[in-house]
C-alpha cells in the first residue's frame, strides 16, 4: 500500500454539490493528519487538521478511522473557489515529517 | 497574519552550478523543513531542522544538499551541484512545536538547464 493514497479525480462538480474525498495510509503510528488544499503553482495552504471525534468547519467536514486508516473529507455546497487540489496529509511515525498524498483536483463548475 | 518568506521566486541555474535557496520562517517558531514538488507530482519531504541541527531527512537529501540557519532568522537550502532532476518548486515550512500545521512559504521555482 502506497504511504498516502488518495482518488486520482479529477472531480468536475456544479456550484452548490456535495463532494468527497477518500485517503487511506499505510502507516499504523501516524499520529496527526490534515487536509490541505493546493491553488495551481502555489504553495500548500492548511484546510483543516482531522480529528478522531471528526471535525466541522463550515462547509467542510472531516473524518479519521483510525482502524481502517482512512481519512476523508467532505465538502457541502461548493463554491467556484472551492476549485483546487487536496492534499490529504499524514504524519510519519516521527511527528516532523510529514507525507502527503498526491492530490485529488477538484474543479466547480458554474 | 505572519508569513513565511522565500527567496527568490524563481531561479534558473546551469547544471552543476551551486544554487542557494532563502527562507525566513515565522519568528517564533521552532522546527523548520524544506519540501519540493517537482511539476505535476506531489509535495515530497526533503528535510527537517530543529535546534540547530537535522532531525529527519529523507533518501532524496543527499550529499549534494545542505541546510543551515546562518542567523536568528534565515534558514537555507544549499544545493551544491544541481541537476536536471533537481528542477522542482522547493517549499520552505515552519511550526511552532513539531506537531502542529506546517506553514508553507509560497515556494521558489527552481529550473536547471
Known amino acids: 500500500r502506497k504511504e498516502v493514497e488518495q482518488d486520482p479525480g479529477p472531480f468536475n462538480v456544479p456550484e452548490g454539490a456535495t463532494v468527497a474525498f477518500n485517503c487511506t495510509y499505510s502507516n499504523s503510528a501516524s499520529q496527526s493528519f490534515f487536509w490541505y488544499r493546493q491553488d495551481c503553482r502555489k504553495e500548500p495552504k492548511l484546510l483543516m487538521s482531522?480529528?478522531?471525534s471528526g471535525n466541522e468547519d463550515g462547509r467542510f467536514t472531516a473524518q479519521l478511522n483510525r482502524a481502517s486508516q482512512y481519512i476523508s473529507l467532505l465538502i457541502r455546497d461548493s463554491k467556484l473557489s472551492d476549485s483546487a487540489t487536496y492534499l490529504c496529509v499524514v504524519s510519519g511515525g516521527s511527528n516532523y515529517k510529514l507525507t502527503f498524498g498526491k492530490g485529488t483536483l477538484l474543479t466547480v463548475n458554474p | 497574519e505572519p508569513e513565511v518568506t522565500q527567496t527568490p521566486s524563481h531561479q534558473v541555474t546551469q547544471m552543476g552550478q551551486e544554487v542557494i535557496l532563502r527562507c525566513v520562517p515565522i519568528?517564533?517558531?521552532?522546527?523548520f523543513y524544506w519540501y519540493r514538488q517537482i511539476l505535476g507530482q506531489k509535495v515530497e519531504f526533503l528535510v527537517s531542522?530543529?535546534?540547530?541541527?537535522?532531525?529527519?531527512k529523507s533518501e532524496i537529501f543527499d550529499d549534494q544538499f545542505s541546510v543551515e540557519r546562518p542567523d536568528g532568522s534565515n534558514f537555507t537550502l544549499k544545493i551544491r551541484s544541481t541537476k536536471l532532476e533537481d528542477s522542482a518548486m522547493y517549499f520552505c515550512?515552519?511550526?511552532?512545536?513539531?506537531?502542529?500545521?506546517?506553514?508553507f512559504g509560497n515556494g521558489t521555482r527552481l529550473t536547471v538547464t
Open positions: 519568528s517564533n517558531h521552532l522546527y
Open positions: 515550512a515552519s511550526n511552532p512545536d513539531g506537531n502542529s500545521p506546517l506553514h
Open positions: 531542522f530543529y535546534n540547530n541541527e537535522i532531525s529527519e
Open positions: 482531522v480529528y478522531s
